[in-house]
Nanobody, 128 residues
Framework: QVQLVESGGGSVQAGGSLRLSCAASGPTISTYPMAWFRQAPGKEQSFVAAITSNGGRLYYADSVKGRFTISRDNAKNTLYLQMNSLKPEDTAVYYC?????????????????????WGQGTQVTVSS
């Protein structure tokens, strides 16, 4: 059973940066595709970014493209999300997720129901 724990959230002003981490324990995540999702108050959960198991392919929501970077260090069993040029609309609880078997066909990587393991979330608040 994979357990995921996010960290790195906090409060920043618009234009600032944060780096989120997602540490995995249990089985290695090196073969699992992973992703970040977020949920703003009163809104549905939305896709942020995804990465294949070997880090060879990256996918981003249009709203964060060019500002956020997803990466992973399989040796450390850790997923990252570097967030730059933050905007107030980025305010949300950010969740990392891992999938045991998820082919990156079409936009399947953006569907939260296809991920098997989830962290508890970390709050990111961006003030104007």
């Amino acid at each position: 059973q994979v357990q995921l724990v996010e960290s790195g959230g906090g409060s920043v002003q618009a234009g600032g940066s944060l780096r989120l981490s997602c540490a995995a324990s249990g089985p290695t995540i090196s073969t699992y595709p992973m992703a970040w999702f977020r949920q703003a108050p009163g809104k549905e959960q939305s896709f942020v970014a995804a990465i294949t198991s070997n880090g060879g392919r990256l996918y981003y929501a249009d709203s964060v493209k060019g500002r956020f970077t997803i990466s992973r260090d399989n040796a450390k069993n850790t997923l990252y999300l570097q967030m730059n040029s933050l905007k107030p609309e980025d305010t949300a609880v950010y969740y990392c997720a891992a999938a045991q078997n998820l082919p990156f066909i079409g936009n399947l990587y953006s569907r939260p129901q296809l991920y098997d393991y989830w962290g508890q979330g970390t709050q990111v608040t961006v003030s104007s």
